[in-house]
Protein backbone atom coordinates (compact mmCIF):
# COMPACT_ATOMS: atom_id res chain seq x y z
CA UNK A 1 0.00 0.00 0.00
CA UNK A 2 1.18 3.52 -0.78
CA UNK A 3 2.22 5.93 1.93
CA UNK A 4 2.74 2.86 4.61
CA UNK A 5 5.35 1.40 3.83
CA UNK A 6 7.00 1.78 7.20
CA UNK A 7 3.48 0.52 8.98
CA UNK A 8 3.53 -3.47 10.33
CA UNK A 9 1.22 -5.29 8.35
CA UNK A 10 -0.55 -8.24 9.57
CA UNK A 11 -1.91 -11.16 8.20
CA UNK A 12 -6.03 -11.99 9.50
CA UNK A 13 -5.61 -14.68 11.55
CA UNK A 14 -6.28 -18.46 10.61
CA UNK A 15 -7.67 -21.54 12.59
CA UNK A 16 -5.06 -24.35 13.15
CA UNK A 17 -7.09 -27.55 13.92
CA UNK A 18 -6.03 -30.25 15.98
CA UNK A 19 -6.17 -33.41 14.08
CA UNK A 20 -5.37 -35.92 16.33
CA UNK A 21 -7.57 -35.23 19.27
CA UNK A 22 -5.07 -34.19 21.59
CA UNK A 23 -1.78 -31.94 21.28
CA UNK A 24 1.19 -34.34 22.20
CA UNK A 25 4.98 -33.24 23.25
CA UNK A 26 5.73 -34.24 19.39
CA UNK A 27 3.27 -31.88 18.09
CA UNK A 28 4.63 -28.88 20.16
CA UNK A 29 8.13 -29.82 19.46
CA UNK A 30 6.97 -29.54 15.88
CA UNK A 31 5.30 -26.17 16.62
CA UNK A 32 8.63 -24.69 17.96
CA UNK A 33 10.98 -26.30 14.79
CA UNK A 34 8.63 -25.26 12.16
CA UNK A 35 8.04 -20.87 14.06
CA UNK A 36 11.99 -21.21 14.76
CA UNK A 37 12.35 -22.31 10.50
CA UNK A 38 10.20 -19.19 9.67
CA UNK A 39 11.41 -16.85 11.41
CA UNK A 40 15.34 -17.72 10.47
CA UNK A 41 13.61 -17.59 6.73
CA UNK A 42 11.89 -14.02 7.23
CA UNK A 43 14.06 -12.00 9.86
CA UNK A 44 11.68 -8.75 11.16
CA UNK A 45 8.49 -11.26 10.61
CA UNK A 46 6.26 -12.15 14.11
CA UNK A 47 4.43 -15.43 14.24
CA UNK A 48 2.07 -15.70 17.48
CA UNK A 49 -0.03 -18.40 18.24
CA UNK A 50 -3.04 -17.48 20.29
CA UNK A 51 -5.34 -20.11 21.95
CA UNK A 52 -9.37 -18.94 22.57
CA UNK A 53 -8.20 -15.26 21.57
CA UNK A 54 -4.77 -14.94 23.77
CA UNK A 55 -1.29 -15.15 22.74
CA UNK A 56 0.63 -17.69 23.50
CA UNK A 57 3.45 -16.10 24.78
CA UNK A 58 5.78 -19.27 24.99
CA UNK A 59 5.63 -22.44 23.10
CA UNK A 60 6.97 -24.49 26.16
CA UNK A 61 3.43 -23.52 27.58
CA UNK A 62 1.84 -25.49 25.88
CA UNK A 63 3.21 -28.71 27.42
CA UNK A 64 0.78 -28.07 30.34
CA UNK A 65 -1.92 -28.36 27.62
CA UNK A 66 -0.72 -31.93 26.41
CA UNK A 67 -3.15 -34.75 26.33
CA UNK A 68 -6.17 -31.87 27.06
CA UNK A 69 -9.23 -33.75 25.35
CA UNK A 70 -10.88 -30.24 25.24
CA UNK A 71 -8.96 -27.92 22.95
CA UNK A 72 -10.39 -26.02 20.62
CA UNK A 73 -7.51 -25.10 18.47
CA UNK A 74 -5.77 -22.62 17.86
CA UNK A 75 -5.39 -19.46 15.66
CA UNK A 76 -1.87 -18.40 13.87
CA UNK A 77 -1.31 -14.40 13.44
CA UNK A 78 1.47 -13.30 11.15
CA UNK A 79 2.96 -9.86 11.32
CA UNK A 80 5.29 -8.54 8.80
CA UNK A 81 6.63 -5.26 8.36
CA UNK A 82 8.07 -5.78 4.87
CA UNK A 83 4.88 -6.79 3.63
CA UNK A 84 6.04 -10.40 2.29
CA UNK A 85 3.42 -12.96 2.72
CA UNK A 86 4.78 -15.00 0.08
CA UNK A 87 5.65 -18.25 3.06
CA UNK A 88 2.54 -17.33 5.47
CA UNK A 89 0.11 -20.30 3.35
CA UNK A 90 3.22 -22.71 3.90
CA UNK A 91 4.06 -21.94 7.41
CA UNK A 92 -0.12 -22.72 8.04
CA UNK A 93 -0.13 -25.75 6.55
CA UNK A 94 3.39 -27.21 7.87
CA UNK A 95 1.65 -25.67 11.50
CA UNK A 96 -1.29 -27.93 10.34
CA UNK A 97 0.68 -31.35 9.70
CA UNK A 98 2.62 -30.33 12.75
CA UNK A 99 -0.51 -30.14 14.87
CA UNK A 100 -1.89 -33.97 13.48
CA UNK A 101 -0.67 -37.43 13.76
CA UNK A 102 2.24 -36.84 10.93
CA UNK A 103 4.41 -34.10 13.13
CA UNK A 104 7.54 -36.38 13.08
CA UNK A 105 9.18 -35.39 10.10
CA UNK A 106 9.75 -31.51 11.78
CA UNK A 107 10.57 -33.23 15.11
CA UNK A 108 13.79 -35.39 13.63
CA UNK A 109 16.77 -33.18 13.02
CA UNK A 110 20.41 -32.71 14.49
CA UNK A 111 20.43 -30.95 17.73
CA UNK A 112 20.59 -26.92 17.62
CA UNK A 113 19.95 -27.16 14.11
CA UNK A 114 16.90 -25.27 12.19
CA UNK A 115 14.77 -27.11 9.97
CA UNK A 116 15.27 -25.62 6.54
CA UNK A 117 11.87 -25.57 5.36
CA UNK A 118 11.17 -21.99 3.44
Known sequence: M???SGAEQRIAPKDIVITNQTLEYGNIEAWIN????????HPGHKVIVTYEGEPVGNMI????MEGDPNLNGFQLVVHAPDGNWKDVSKLYRFLVEGASARFERFINKEMYRVLNLF
Open 34 to 41: IIKSYKES
Open 61 to 64: SLYK
Open 2 to 4: AGQ
